[in-house]
């Protein structure tokens, strides 16, 4: 006992030495907003849990030191998409040495939960499959792809909204077309891969520039991940990061779908050759898509849309059932309820996960924090992020217009 008693005390110890030494930690920044707990690290930079005025927010740290701001982008290509899918952004601005994106507060990432249950049910699976193609139709359908599809960036909602699918992390997203003629930019090789090689399209490991087609091939992967636990091209031996890119390329190149999807329902095969087969302007078939895993999960498996996952527990279904009028973010339960019977129709699948936005309000102040070229008709940021202005009216980004903002190191913005 003398021995755990000394280990707990030493790990308490460890984490109240690293509490001391993390300089963003139980600090106040904006004037509001109190990091109280670290979420989170990578090559982005940091992300904590933040506390104002009795809410809890997501707090993620660029250091300005970047030789490109993916933070800003990503504030701005997250404004502009904003959604039922799509964590709501407070505020984003800058303080000493950091740029600084605080957005709603999510539950943990698919990646969390695979960790958890190594591996997950064809109904969880399935579920998740459908509300992702409806999450990149909105987003393919604003003219953005996301390039960075993996687990880690899939996260279910808080509290009421716990059967809920959200995407994050649009630091490397960018429109692939024009959004006034719909022509999708030059089909060109580039200098390295954009995303994460696990779960990268074939093309995109060949280091093509990317479209529709390889989010949705990424999708493939992260759904077979989950139900394999493992891909085939894990635990690769490689000496440097370019030639791990090269074997892993190697390894999906001669991985056929059915190899990949072998003693899964054929709905994965399908879904894996169709996008694995798309081309660089195809439009893809959502509907068909959402189809294969509604009448899997309907028709072949006898199973409905109650978002009861593998980790869902009753205290989440009590606390959807604890929503005033029974809405889950806008979604109303009876959407849920598709019959056991037949496959959900193009109008029905359309429907389900499908919301009004609310109306936005600001703080009446009109200070646009990215400028707008004055000899074109064009919203600007960076990224090859470029806007149209019918595209951002209602969704403008406001700098907080306060007395005491010129006093202070930092400034923060409303999104």
């Known amino acids: 006992m003398d021995d755990i008693h000394k280990n707990q005390a030493q790990s308490e110890n460890n984490i ?14 904006f004037q509001k907003y109190r990091t109280i707990k670290k979420l989170g690290e990578g090559s982005f930079g940091k992300v904590y849990k933040a506390e104002y005025n009795k809410v809890y927010y997501a707090m993620k740290f660029e ?28 505020s984003f601005g800058t303080s000493g040495d950091y740029n600084i994106l605080i957005m709603q507060l999510m539950d943990k990432s698919l990646e969390d ?5 190594k591996n997950f049910s064809v109904k969880t699976v399935s579920l998740l499959a ?47 077309r024009s959004s006034r003629t719909l022509v999708q930019y030059p089909y060109i090789k580039k200098k390295k891969l954009t995303g994460t090689a696990r779960y990268a399209s074939i093309h995109a490991l060949e ?42 390329l190697e390894k999906k190149k001669e991985t056929t779908s059915e190899e990949l999807c072998k003693n899964f329902p054929e709905e994965f095969q399908e879904y894996v050759t169709y996008t694995r087969n798309l081309g660089y302007t195809d439009d ?75 109306n936005e309000t600001t703080n009446g102040n009109n200070y646009i924090l990215f400028k707008s070229n004055n000899n074109s ?8 992020i470029d806007l149209d202005i019918e595209d951002k009216n209602g969704n403008n980004v406001f700098i907080e217009n306060k007395d005491n903002d010129n006093k202070v190191e930092s400034k923060c913005c409303l999104m």
Not at 377 to 384: A, D, E, L, Q, T
């Open 16 to 29: 109240q030495h690293a509490s001391n030494n993390d300089h963003l930690l139980n600090k106040v920044f």
């Open 63 to 90: 250091n300005k030191s970047r030789s490109q701001s993916l933070l800003e982008s990503e504030a701005t290509i997250m404004n502009y998409l904003r959604g039922p899918n799509i964590p709501n952004i407070e």
């Open 113 to 117: 939960l695979i960790n958890i249950h």
């Open 130 to 176: 459908f509300q992702m193609m409806n999450i990149l139709q909105s987003i393919h359908d604003k003219h953005i792809i996301h390039r960075d599809i993996k687990p880690d960036n899939f996260v279910m909602g808080n509290s009421e909204n716990n059967a809920h699918l959200y995407i994050i992390d649009f630091g490397l997203a960018k429109k692939f």
């Open 207 to 248: 280091e093509y520039e990317q479209s529709r087609r390889d989010d949705l091939e990424s999708v493939g992967y992260v759904l077979l991940y989950f139900l394999r636990g493992s891909l085939p091209w894990q635990g690769l031996k490689v000496k440097t990061k370019e030639e791990r890119y090269q074997k892993i």
């Open 284 to 358: 893809p078939d959502y509907d068909m898509l959402k189809g294969l895993f509604s009448s899997l999960l309907c028709d072949k498996m006898g199973e409905n849309f109650d978002f009861i996952y593998d980790w869902t527990t009753q205290s989440d279904l009590r606390k959807r059932k604890t929503e005033s009028n029974n809405n889950m973010d806008g979604l109303s339960t009876s959407v849920y309820q598709i019959s056991e019977k037949k496959s959900i129709q193009k109008k029905e699948s359309e429907s389900i996960l499908s919301v009004k936005r609310k």
């Open 377 to 384: 008709n064009h919203f600007m940021s960076n990224n090859n």
